[in-house]
């Protein structure tokens, strides 16, 4: 067991080992640098006001112009739907990188930055509306994306509409496919968590269990056998990656699955307790520091000490 502020470097060590191992607080650096970056969004990639921050706008443009960009790749990593993210945080991928690859929904699809579906793995239409009128009937909200709008019911359409301006809103009211990659529900109550439950036993769901940054509960109810893992390791596929060299950086308890089972498996300063105690290794920065940034300068800062490229099919 680590102690806290402990990092172990590998026996095969490597030039870069040392001055890498400067950025974390605790854990045990590979012996390889990776060929991918899996990024979350929330609590990781974007700041406490989850805006993409100045100081990691210069350095994803710097990073994307330097020689390191054709050695390791960066990718999102969400529970976000498409439309959370087509006018916030894609722009700035679409514009350099159109593209790259991204898993969001919890791992429920995979998109470029253009927003093409590379792979999806929808919940059936009544499945999801008898989830969410139901759970809706016990006092719940619920909300869920299809393509660029986020349908949901009149109690979570005001509360995002604050947070997130810039996502395009309507009432599920009048749908007549309710079907989507990832269903949302907020506002939990002890009905509602037992009627959730009762599905998630007789339907082919997984009710993850989250907690937002209000410290309030909420469900991400997707595909039995979705989550960010399972999706990286189709990522890894479709780009030829062997998987070993993905890494993954996040916070959030569905970032679990992922940073367990990747040796750069990354969880941020400001992560939960049960990420940080999961995790392989621990980054020195918090989303408040610009963490992430600090991050891929000191990935590219490796590379350039081991000289010679690793890979060279990302060129």
Request: proline letters at 5%; hydrophobic letters at 40%.
């Amino acid at each position: 067991m680590l102690k806290e502020k402990e990092v172990l470097v590998s026996p095969m060590t490597n030039e870069w080992s040392p001055e890498l191992a400067k950025y974390f607080s605790r854990g045990e650096l590979p012996s390889f640098l990776p060929e991918f970056l899996l990024m979350d969004l929330d609590g990781t990639f974007l700041d406490p006001n989850k805006r993409i921050s100045q100081a990691t706008r210069r350095t994803l443009q710097e990073f994307w112009q330097s020689p390191e960009a054709k050695l390791f790749r960066l990718g999102i990593c969400t529970g976000r739907h498409y439309a959370n993210l087509v006018n916030s945080v894609l722009p700035i991928f679409r514009e350099k990188r159109p593209k790259d690859l991204h898993i969001i929904c919890g791992g429920a699809a995979i998109i470029d930055s253009l927003g093409n579906t590379l792979v999806e793995r929808r919940l059936d239409s009544d499945l999801v509306k008898e989830l969410a009128q139901g759970a809706e009937e016990r006092g719940a909200a619920f909300g869920f994306g299809q393509g660029e709008v986020f349908y949901c019911d009149p109690k979570m359409k005001e509360h995002r509409e604050k947070a997130f301006p810039d996502v395009t809103y309507d009432l599920a009211t009048g749908l007549n496919s309710w079907s989507t990659s990832l269903l949302v529900i907020s506002q939990l109550n002890p009905e509602v968590e037992n009627f959730v439950g009762s599905l998630s036993q007789i339907n082919e769901i997984e009710a993850k269990r989250m907690i937002g940054y209000s410290g309030l509960p909420y469900y991400d109810i997707t595909r039995a056998g979705v989550n960010k893992h399972t999706a990286m390791l189709e990522l890894a596929e479709l780009l030829n990656i062997p998987k070993e060299k993905v890494a993954g950086i996040g916070d959030n308890l569905n970032d679990l699955e992922l940073l367990q089972q990747v040796s750069w498996g990354i969880a941020m300063a400001n992560a939960k307790p049960e990420v940080q105690e999961a995790a392989p290794l621990i980054l020195n920065y918090s989303n408040a520091e610009d963490g992430v940034a600090r991050l891929i300068q000191a990935l590219q800062k490796a590379y350039q000490l081991q000289g010679l490229p690793e890979m060279e099919r990302a060129q």
